[in-house]
């Protein structure tokens, strides 16, 4: 049987202090923040368990208890989802490598994405192209008409990613924060943290000859990182309730 999106284990990153957000956060984390009467994060939670993703590891760091305590006491139906905080900074890799050891968990594939962002897209899409043994890891990239705000991706005709560019003005791709990565593929990773997926463990990958695709969508994102963005989150929630888990 080939892998399945029931199979990937899911580690959400929600360590994230929300430098630029927190005076609007009223003390909790970033991926915290009341968006249509629920933390956001509870709004990916959703996404996954309408994705058929059946497990979650929360990786937590600034008030990692409100995390766990919420999710504990209002879990999320058919997601079993669990928390692993960092006591230190570990950056995006490092925080998904302490989730990864801590959870004690071996799944063929792991599906790393931000609690601070969200993007529609069919996970299954990814998971068909991963598929293919010839393929180290997936990224989920957003076809923005304005990438001005963040880095974007540059590919090959045929989806490959080659490298993360700088910001500029102009149409782009852009990551959406969603990676699903063999298991296989974590000993390649860069020995030491904290650790960037973005700076450090992608480019050193497609250095050492990794194929990395891009799978390409157009459904809505959105990050909450900015005063501007979260003020946008509760109207693209309401906009998108139907691509949620009930």
């Not at 801590?102 to 931000?114: D, H, I, K, R, T």
């Not at 852009?174 to 904290?194: A, Q």
């Not at 005063?227 to 998108?240: G, H, I, K, M, T």
Request: proline content about 5%.
């Amino acid at each position: 049987m080939g892998l399945e999106i029931g199979n990937v284990t899911a580690v959400v990153l929600a360590g994230g202090f929300g430098t630029r957000i927190q005076h609007l956060l009223a003390g909790v984390p970033k991926p915290m923040a009341p968006v249509a009467g629920r933390p956001f994060l509870e709004w990916v939670l959703r996404y996954l368990a309408r994705q058929g993703v059946v497990k979650a590891v929360l990786s937590t760091g600034y008030l990692a208890n409100a995390v766990e305590d919420y999710f504990r006491s209002q879990p999320i139906a058919g997601l079993f989802t669990s928390c692993v905080a960092e006591t230190d900074p570990l950056g995006t890799a490092g925080g998904f490598l302490n989730a990864r050891r801590l959870a004690g968990e071996s799944p063929e594939a792991w599906l790393v994405l931000n609690g601070d962002s969200l993007v529609f897209a069919d996970l299954s899409l990814a998971v068909q192209v991963l598929a293919d043994a010839a393929i180290a890891g997936v990224l989920v990239g957003c076809a923005m008409e304005d990438a001005s705000r963040y880095g974007t991706l540059a590919l090959d005709t045929n989806g490959n990613l080659l490298r993360f560019e700088e910001k500029r003005p102009g149409a782009g791709v852009i990551s959406g924060g969603v990676y699903l990565l063999r298991d296989c593929l974590i000993t390649e990773f860069p020995d030491r943290l904290p650790l960037s997926f973005e700076q450090d463990v992608f480019p050193q990958l497609l250095r050492r000859g990794f194929a990395l695709k891009v799978c390409v969508t157009d459904a809505p994102f959105l990050d909450i990182g900015t005063p501007e963005s979260l003020r946008l989150a509760e109207a693209f929630v309401q906009e998108n309730r139907v691509r949620l888990c009930a």
